[in-house]
């Protein structure tokens, strides 16, 4: 059991590291938006990423909280979590991307 304990502890460390990179990822796309008008298209796209983003840290929240006794349940929870995460990031790199290469072109 100690070593699902430990794999879920991994997962969770992972996925609140990720939704802290999320975050900071989430500061630059709002200094971005001040500096030069982003496509409705790359705003909107930003707003479904907030909202994600918002989900998946209370499904953390929920997570830290639960005892992890439970065993794989929350290795499995905490595993998806930590993906979902991961591809939140990689849009908002993109998006972020497309918008700091739009703005160089001007």
Known sequence: MTKMKDLAEQHILESA?????????????????????MPAQTETLLLQIESDRNK???ELDALQRMPI??????????????????SVGLQLEQALGAVFQADKSR
Do not use: N, P
């Not at 990720?18 to 008008?37: C, F, G, N, P, V």
């Open 17 to 37: 590291s990720r939704l802290r990179h999320i975050d900071e990822l989430m500061e630059q796309a709002r200094t971005a938006s001040l500096k030069a008008a």
């Open 56 to 58: 998946l840290a209370g």
């Open 69 to 86: 006794a439970e065993g794989s349940d929350v290795v499995k929870r905490s595993e998806g979590l930590k993906g979902l995460l991961e």
